[in-house]
């Protein structure tokens, strides 16, 4: 599909920005009584289509489905969603395909999802369609409840469900990506011109796994803040409790945010800027036993910092060591918020206690050990390295997506551009940092990595939003140009909030230069 006719690629099409709008005729699959029930059952190797379902939706403002939030200023489109399932597996995957009646920019986006979710969320759909796109998404038959937990995890008798994992790892997204682009094909009566995915954390590792593994699902793909390494990332966002419960003190958040502070103070500078934000993270050598023995006010109460505290500090920041102490993965940078991976609770009836984060407290419970109910709390060292291991033997063939080897992606005239924030307090930047060093390594060097794929950091951002930093505005925009035009970014615009909440323009450069 990709390699169109010239008479396709020169279709005007949209790209938010930067290129001109021009609308393609209303489909003939909306004309007159066939209305948007005129899609076939497509056709996807290796599963079968149960149902395909169609509604038609008017334009303005629409309730999702997904809990009932309301959206204004969406265009009039056809919701398509298709129910599939892979012999002998029992599964139930759903992928749903929002189509614009009218402006359909002559594109296909796909998007991921977060957490243990591999996508299928409404809201997810809306900022496509909006944008003119035939846009995508599935669940991959997974029954993440709402409180994030993976109850798609196990099967009944307890142990991991290979074939749900098999979907959330990468089956579900390439089966809808060729699911996608037939109903998109169907619906318009020709194919889409170019094909994009766009995705943060794991809808960032999702974006990369398809450049691994399906390297012609797509023509470009934005992969934000990716949560690859997912056996170790997981593991070692778990480590600041284990360092908690090994010390038997559990700081508040105040405290670590005065540790924080101080790093910011001391290392703000050193990229030449003094703006609250610690632009190198990586070179910041703060040493929290500088606070040892003053005090701090939280909640109204006086606090002496003591050397246990700082001692935590350091462990946290210097990641995940083995009980020999070898480095078994990254910390978080300083500047970073400590929470919600050191998070704690307090109790009227006792001590505080540790509050991990749920992602990481919910990959020991369902798949190292298959037990939801199990109490983390009492995870030490040695347990922890044992589980640490588990995770790297067990799943990072399944799960890693940690590949360098992007040869096929290349060669298929792929574009990749990953942005991270540098104070992304859930997923290390360290970790795609390395990637992307590995797969220069891999692919002949920097240079040659650069005309094809592209890596900006963000001081100061947060997890894919917020924190003090620069955010990218139109990093998509920059993608399509770049596939479409040939015009490859080598800064990505980005704006940030001050403390009274007004936006300052800047731009990110591209890796491995600093703005």
Not at 207 to 220: C, H, I, K, N, V
Not at 266 to 288: K, M, S, W
Not at 439 to 466: I, K, N, Q, W
């Amino acid at each position: 599909m990709r390699r169109l006719s010239a008479r396709l690629k020169a279709l005007p099409v949209l790209a938010a920005l930067v290129l001109p709008v021009a609308e393609v005729p209303t489909p003939a699959g909306i004309d007159g009584a066939r209305g948007c029930m005129a899609v076939p059952r497509p056709q996807v190797s290796g599963a079968r289509v149960l149902s395909v379902t169609a509604a038609g939706h008017p334009g303005g403002a629409a309730l999702l489905p997904d809990g009932g939030h309301v959206v204004v200023g969406v265009p009039a489109f056809c919701d398509v969603t298709v129910v599939l399932t892979h012999p002998g597996a029992g599964d139930r995957v759903r992928v749903r395909v929002w189509l614009p009646r009218t402006g359909w920019n002559g594109r296909f986006q796909a998007v991921g999802g977060g957490g243990f979710s591999a996508g299928g969320s409404d809201r997810a759909l809306v900022p496509p369609v909006r944008g003119g796109y035939a846009a995508a998404s599935t669940d991959a038959g997974d029954r993440t409840s709402p409180s994030g937990r993976p109850d798609w995890a196990l099967d009944p008798g307890g142990t991991v469900n290979e074939e749900l994992l098999t979907n959330f790892a990468y089956r579900s997204v390439h089966e809808m990506s060729v699911i996608g682009k037939q109903v998109t094909t169907h619906f318009y009566g020709r194919p889409a011109a170019y094909s994009y995915w766009n995705g943060c954390s794991t809808g960032g590792r999702q974006g990369l796994m398809e450049a691994q593994r399906y390297p012609a699902d797509f023509d470009g793909i934005l992969a934000a803040a990716p949560a690859i390494n997912w056996d170790r990332l997981t593991m070692a966002q778990f480590w600041p409790q284990v360092v908690m419960h090994d010390a038997g003190i559990y700081p508040s958040a105040c405290e670590f945010d005065a540790f924080n502070r101080a790093a910011v103070s001391a290392c703000d500078a050193d990229d030449g800027a003094t703006d609250g934000v610690i632009g190198r993270p990586e070179l910041c050598g703060f040493d929290p036993g500088t606070l040892v023995g003053r005090t701090i006010v939280c909640h109204g109460r006086t606090v002496r910092i003591g050397q246990a505290v700082a001692d935590i500090v350091r462990e946290i920041w210097d990641g995940p060591r083995s009980t020999s102490g070898s480095q078994l993965w990254y910390g978080l940078l300083r500047g970073t918020p400590f929470t919600p991976l050191a998070g704690t609770a307090s109790s009227p009836f006792g001590p505080a206690h540790g509050a991990p984060f749920s992602v990481a407290d919910n990959w020991i419970k369902y798949f190292l050990e298959q037990r939801p109910d199990l109490d983390t709390s009492t995870i030490g060292r040695f347990e922890f390295e044992r589980l640490f291991q588990q995770s790297r033997t067990r799943y990072h063939g399944i799960m890693g997506t940690d590949d360098p080897d992007l040869s096929a992606f290349r060669a298929a005239g792929g574009k990749l551009i990953t942005w991270h924030g540098l104070a992304d307090r859930v997923v290390f930047p360290q970790g795609t940092i390395e990637y992307r060093r590995r797969v220069e390594a891999s692919m002949g060097g920097a240079e040659a990595t650069d005309r094809f794929y592209r890596l900006f950091l963000a001081p100061g951002l947060g997890h894919c939003s917020g924190g003090a930093g620069p955010a990218p505005t139109e990093p998509l925009a920059a993608l399509v140009d770049w596939v479409e035009h040939g015009r490859a970014p080598d800064t990505l615009p980005a704006t940030a909030r001050n403390a009274m909440g007004r936006k300052t323009a800047t731009d990110l450069c591209r890796y491995p230069q600093v703005c």
